[in-house]
C-alpha cells in the first residue's frame, strides 16, 4: 500500500506556472504507475496526465497537452506535474494517484489517492 501527500497548489493568474509535487510513501513507489487528476465544481474527476513506472512513457489529456509536464523521481518518492500557461479552466482540486498494471486514463485505472490540493487560475 502506498499513501500519497500532494503539495504545491495556489493561486496564480493567467499565463502563469506552478509545480505540484506528489510524495509518496513506502518502499515500493517505483512500482505504479502514477497519474494525476483534477475535480473542477460539479464536474466529475478527469485525467491530466499519467507515466509509467520506470517514467520512459506519458500521456496526457488533450486540454494540457503542450502546456504541462509529468515526471517523477523513484529516489526521491516523487511524481511532479509542471504546468505552465495557466487558464482559468484549469481551476480544480488536482489529485495525484497511483495504481498497478499499465497506464491508463481512467480514475478506476488507480488504486490509491491522495487528498488533493486546490490550483486556481484567476482571469
Known amino acids: 500500500q502506498v499513501q500519497l501527500v500532494e503539495s504545491g497548489g495556489g493561486l496564480v493568474q493567467a499565463g502563469g506556472s506552478l509545480r505540484l509535487s506528489c510524495a509518496a510513501s513506502?518502499?515500493?513507489?517505483?512500482?505504479?504507475?502514477m497519474g494525476w487528476f483534477r475535480q473542477a465544481p460539479g464536474k466529475e474527476r478527469e485525467f491530466v496526465a499519467g507515466?509509467?513506472?520506470?517514467?520512459?512513457?506519458?500521456s496526457y489529456a488533450d486540454s494540457v497537452k503542450g502546456r504541462f509536464t509529468i515526471s517523477r523521481d523513484n529516489a526521491k518518492n516523487t511524481v511532479y506535474l509542471q504546468m505552465n500557461s495557466l487558464k482559468p479552466e484549469d481551476t480544480a482540486v488536482y489529485y495525484c494517484?497511483?495504481?498497478?498494471?499499465?497506464?491508463?486514463?481512467?480514475?478506476?485505472?488507480?488504486?490509491?489517492w491522495g487528498q488533493g490540493t486546490q490550483v486556481t487560475v484567476s482571469s
Open positions: 494517484a497511483g495504481g498497478g498494471g499499465v497506464l491508463r486514463r481512467t480514475v478506476r485505472g488507480y488504486d490509491y
Open positions: 507515466i509509467t513506472r520506470t517514467g520512459t512513457s506519458t
Open positions: 513506502g518502499r515500493t513507489f517505483s512500482s505504479y504507475v
